[in-house]
């Protein structure tokens, strides 16, 4: 990528994908580079949109996607609009979800603040015993792209990773020791018949990605404070979504959401 190009993923690409955000017109991927920028001038980018649509006001609690396809890949974060996250049941009316999806999903609560010397030392137990609820969540997929999930990686990742809103359900006491290779759950959409998974999380246990998370979250001297959520990758997806569908995510022994198109 030459520089004219990387001045423009830094300079053009956050604006013109907060004002798609808020309402402007989506954009054509073809009109960016197809190359991808080193991967610290994407999170550069990233970090513009999200200050850019509100997110991580200091000393406020935050909402976080994390996730990825298996546990030896690099994992994805992104923060997200306060403005899209929800409790159930919820109406999204509101919001602009283009070729919206949705997914299943466990979302985990803090109950202390992180600062970047805390998380450096973490492990899996130590990042668990940090919080103190989880939920059943709904993710609902958007993009800010007319090609959608058809765009380039890179550009999907800048666009907060395809997120549109979160809606969370009730919360529980943590469950770090749950058996999650045994969790059924389902997502059912208008009066269709449910799809169903079992033991389908991508990293096994959804507790598993709050040490890199965290050191991710606070990677420049950030604190996430007590309360942030962070939901931690789908244990099941239904894309192709449409206006006024009802559609229910459950998770056995766990409760339920319910989300409005």
Same mark, same amino acid.
């Given at each position: 990528?030459?520089?004219?190009?990387?001045?423009?993923?830094?300079?053009?690409?956050?604006?013109?994908?907060?004002?798609?955000?808020?309402?402007?017109?989506?954009?054509?991927?073809?009109?960016?580079?197809?190359?991808?920028?080193?991967?610290?001038?994407?999170?550069?980018?990233?970090?513009?949109?999200?200050?850019?649509?509100?997110? $991580?006001?200091?000393?406020?609690?935050?909402?976080?996607?994390?996730?990825?396809?298996?546990?030896?890949?690099?994992?994805?974060?992104?923060?997200?609009?306060?403005?899209?996250?929800?409790?159930?049941?919820?109406?999204?009316?509101?919001?602009?979800?283009?070729?919206?999806?949705?997914?299943?999903?466990?979302?985990?609560?803090?109950?202390?603040?992180?600062?970047?010397?805390?998380?450096?030392?973490?492990?899996?137990?130590?990042?668990?015993?940090?919080?103190?609820?989880?939920?059943?969540?709904?993710?609902?997929?958007?993009?800010?792209?007319?090609?959608?999930?058809?765009?380039?990686?890179?550009?999907?990742?800048?666009?907060?990773?395809?997120?549109?809103?979160?809606?969370?359900?009730?919360?529980?006491?943590?469950?770090?020791?749950?058996?999650?290779?045994?969790?059924?759950?389902?997502?059912?959409?208008?009066?269709?018949?449910?799809?169903?998974?079992?033991?389908?999380?991508?990293?096994?246990?959804?507790?598993?990605?709050?040490?890199?998370?965290?050191?991710?979250?606070?990677?420049?001297?950030?604190?996430?404070?007590?309360?942030?959520?962070?939901?931690?990758?789908?244990?099941?997806?239904?894309? $192709?979504?449409?206006?006024?569908?009802?559609?229910?995510?459950?998770?056995?022994?766990?409760?339920?959401?319910?989300?409005?198109?």
């Amino acid at each position: 990528m030459n520089s004219e190009d990387r001045a423009r993923v830094r300079d053009e690409l956050p604006a013109a994908l907060a004002a798609a955000w808020w309402g402007g017109p989506l954009l054509d991927a073809s009109a960016w580079p197809i190359d991808p920028p080193d991967s610290a001038l994407i999170d550069c980018a990233q970090q513009d949109l999200a200050r850019r649509l509100g997110c $991580n006001q200091a000393h406020e609690p935050q909402a976080w996607k994390s996730g990825g396809p298996s546990r030896t890949a690099a994992l994805g974060h992104a923060a997200l609009p306060p403005r899209g996250v929800r409790r159930s049941p919820a109406t999204l009316h509101d919001l602009r979800l283009n070729r919206p999806g949705i997914e299943a999903e466990i979302a985990l609560r803090l109950g202390h603040d992180v600062d970047a010397a805390r998380a450096a030392t973490l492990d899996g137990p130590q990042a668990a015993a940090l919080v103190d609820g989880m939920t059943v969540s709904a993710e609902l997929v958007s993009s800010r792209w007319l090609q959608a999930q058809a765009a380039p990686a890179w550009l999907r990742q800048v666009d907060a990773l395809s997120h549109g809103a979160l809606v969370l359900g009730d919360w529980l006491p943590p469950q770090a020791g749950r058996d999650w290779a045994q969790q059924a759950c389902e997502i059912q959409r208008n009066d269709e018949a449910p799809q169903r998974a079992r033991g389908s999380h991508s990293l096994g246990d959804p507790f598993w990605l709050l040490p890199q998370w965290l050191r991710h979250a606070t990677r420049e001297g950030q604190v996430v404070p007590a309360g942030s959520v962070v939901t931690t990758g789908a244990w099941l997806v239904m894309p $192709n979504l449409a206006a006024g569908d009802r559609l229910w995510v459950r998770f056995e022994g766990l409760g339920e959401v319910q989300v409005q198109l």
